[in-house]
């Protein structure tokens, strides 16, 4: 364990990373380190199939460390909290937040960065940029929830609950605080029972559907396809459904 980050792995097909910085798991540079050796070893590690991001405590993260901020004169760690971000976003493996508290600012883009999200029923939510005199999740955040909500939070850092969070469909389920884990887990473990190929597959186009034309989308999705028919996968899931029996998936 990295001072602040918890690295594990469940069924030995999920990577669990738990930030534990009292009071707010805020992402220091120490941090920020870990988390990315952590990212670039799960991706090389084909037998991962999910990553699931939570937090100890009643904060999921309140971004960047501010009083180390405060003391240096400056975020030192901009540069390398984006590439962390952009690692998140790009993991072959699909990206899980289980939100339990406060998620703040950087904490809130981190959260933005996966896959999916779900929250504690005691989850609050701000786009805290404006209130430190900078600017965060402008670009991803418009594109979860639309831009007159996303502005109603990035221009005003107001916090919103975990309700209208899922309302909005910042998160798509609620879980009681003691529960949050384990229905993380279950759905890990669910993306981890299905086609490996297949999954990362669908998250490299379901990541493009809103940048590409439809011409170049399909262009693009038929190439995923032509490799999808052909792969052993695809052979076993019709084979099982055939013998009426569970496929067993082996990312080839």
Not at 44 to 68: H, I, M, Q, Y
Not at 85 to 90: P, S, T
Not at 113 to 119: F, G, K, N, P, T
Request: charged share 20%; proline share 4%.
């Amino acid at each position: 364990m990295a001072e602040g980050l918890s690295v594990s792995t469940v069924d030995g097909r999920i990577l669990l990373l738990v930030l534990d910085n009292p009071p707010a798991n805020a992402m220091s540079a120490d941090m920020l380190a870990a988390m990315a050796e952590a990212l670039a070893a799960g991706d090389e590690n084909t037998d991962l199939r999910a990553v699931v991001l939570t937090a100890e405590g009643p904060s999921f993260c309140s971004g960047a460390d501010l009083k180390a901020a405060h003391r240096n004169g400056g975020f030192d760690a901009a540069a390398s909290f984006g590439r962390v971000l952009d690692q998140l976003a790009a993991s072959r493996a699909p990206a899980i937040a289980a939100i339990n508290g406060h998620c703040v600012g950087g904490g809130l883009e981190l959260a933005a960065c996966c896959d999916l999200r779900i929250a504690s029923t005691e989850a609050r939510f701000v786009a805290a940029g404006v209130n430190v005199g900078l600017m965060a999740s402008a670009w991803r955040l418009p594109r979860l929830i639309g831009p007159a909500r996303a502005k109603a939070m990035l221009l005003t850092g107001s916090p919103i609950d975990a309700a209208r969070a899922e309302r909005w469909g910042l998160v798509t389920s609620l879980h009681a605080p003691g529960e949050l884990r384990d229905a993380a887990l279950a759905l890990a473990r669910r993306i981890a029972s299905r086609a490996p190929l297949s999954v990362e597959a669908t998250k490299r186009m379901a990541d493009q559907a809103a940048l590409l034309s439809p011409e170049a989308w399909r262009e693009a999705a038929g190439r995923e396809m032509a490799h999808l028919l052909a792969s052993r996968d695809h052979k076993e899931a019709l084979a099982a459904f055939a013998g009426k029996r569970e496929p067993a998936f082996r990312r080839a």
